[in-house]
T-cell receptor
Framework: NAGVTQTPKFQVLKTGQSMTLQCAQD?????MSWYRQDPGMGLRLIHY???????DQGEVPNGYNVSRSTTEDFPLRLLSAAPSQTSVYFC????????????FGQGTRLTVV | RKEVEQDPGPFNVPEGATVAFNCTYSNSASQSFFWYRQDCRKEPKLLMS???SGNEDGRFTAQLNRASQYISLLIRDSKLSDSATYLC????????????FGGGTRLMVKP
């Protein structure tokens, strides 16, 4: 029962470096999303996708890119890391529809120094 | 003003107590409502969806008041294992892919 798998679990980057956070789900969910969680802020939506080939911006998209070439995978790219991107990142997937449950990955703890 | 607001707590209660959390949301067009639970350094997990008529799941009862734009969660007979952060979540649609989270309410249940 893999569910939603995120890699890596921890990462330290230097300012200006780029990297990709991986997210994969094996539940055949159409909907996938990326959130970041900062202390006292709750989770905030970065980007989301309603199916392969379709992506859109959420509340805090600046500095991040996404693509959805397959139903299973939804990678998040940090183009040029900044200390303000230090956060915990969660990927989520769901079927969509009324009152549908979102399933989250275990998170990636990113520190930018 | 945040779209979804919660009292951050912490709420410190003894085992067996009844505790209630409230959450207010600003977008009157919100369609779906949830309570998620998040343990320390873990991912959020769905606790329960919130139906318009209110709903109960064991010791947990959720209520929705659309007119006043608030959601509540009642936990009866608190257990040590209920200690966690409870996240109020709303969505602007029924797709479940654009979740708006409150900052969470921390609950600590003590022996």
């Amino acid at each position: 029962n893999a569910g939603v798998t995120q890699t890596p679990k921890f990462q330290v980057l230097k300012t200006g470096q780029s990297m990709t956070l991986q997210c994969a789900q094996d539940m055949n969910h159409e909907y996938m999303s990326w959130y970041r969680q900062d202390p006292g802020m709750g989770l905030r939506l970065i980007h989301y996708s309603v199916g392969a080939g379709i992506t859109d911006q959420g509340e805090v998209p600046n500095g991040y890119n996404v693509s959805r070439s397959t139903t299973e995978d939804f990678p998040l790219r940090l183009l040029s890391a900044a200390p303000s991107q230090t956060s915990v990142y969660f990927c989520a997937s769901s079927y969509g529809g009324i009152l549908t449950e979102a399933f989250f990955g275990q998170g990636t703890r990113l520190t930018v120094v | 003003r945040k779209e979804v607001e919660q009292d951050p707590g912490p709420f410190n209660v003894p085992e067996g107590a009844t505790v209630a959390f409230n959450c207010t949301y600003s977008n009157s067009a919100s369609q779906s409502f949830f309570w998620y639970r998040q343990d320390c350094r873990k991912e959020p997990k769905l606790l329960m969806s919130v139906y318009s008529s209110g709903n109960e799941d064991g010791r947990f009862t959720a209520q929705l008041n659309r007119a006043s734009q608030y959601i509540s969660l009642l936990i009866r007979d608190s257990k040590l294992s209920d200690s966690a952060t409870y996240l109020c979540v709303v969505t602007p649609n029924n797709a479940g892919n654009m979740l708006t989270f409150g900052g969470g309410t921390r609950l600590m249940v003590k022996p």
